[in-house]
């Protein structure tokens, strides 16, 4: 299994941007489909964004379409969500996830930490 550790979380008001970064360990990382999951308090992980091994492939839940961006640099081994607009109801915490095959589902066979994302009104 890959290991992930994200970073670049914080507080932003609303209508801000925040971009978000997961470093993986190993040598096959572009086999990797990569995603981001979000969980706020109560409520189960759900999905945001996720992108192909080659990146050529992307994929965003409908409440985030046009304001995030998910990429990849397979050289530095690492995925970014760019997170645009910014809206209290974004408030999560916010894992890097991989797994072989890309799925919205939540059973990714490896998971970050979490980093928390808070937007105030």
């Known amino acids: 299994q890959v290991q992930l550790v994200e970073s670049g979380g914080g507080l932003v008001q609303a209508g801000g941007s925040l971009i978000l970064s997961c470093a993986a360990s190993?040598?096959?990382?572009?086999?990797?489909?990569m995603g981001w999951f979000r969980q706020a308090p109560g409520k189960e992980r759900e999905f945001v964004a996720a992108?192909?091994?080659?990146?050529?492939?992307?994929y965003y839940t409908a409440s985030v379409k046009g304001r995030f961006t998910i990429s990849r640099d397979n050289a530095k081994n690492t995925v970014y969500l760019q997170m645009n607009s910014l809206k209290p109801e974004d408030t999560s915490i916010y894992y890097c996830?991989?797994?072989?095959?890309?799925?919205?589902?939540?059973?990714?066979?490896?998971w970050g930490q979490g980093t928390q994302v808070t937007v105030s009104s």
């Open positions: 996830a991989a797994n072989w095959v890309l799925t919205t589902a939540p059973g990714w066979a490896s």
């Open positions: 992108i192909n091994g080659n990146g050529g492939n992307t």
């Open positions: 190993g040598r096959t990382f572009s086999s990797y489909a």
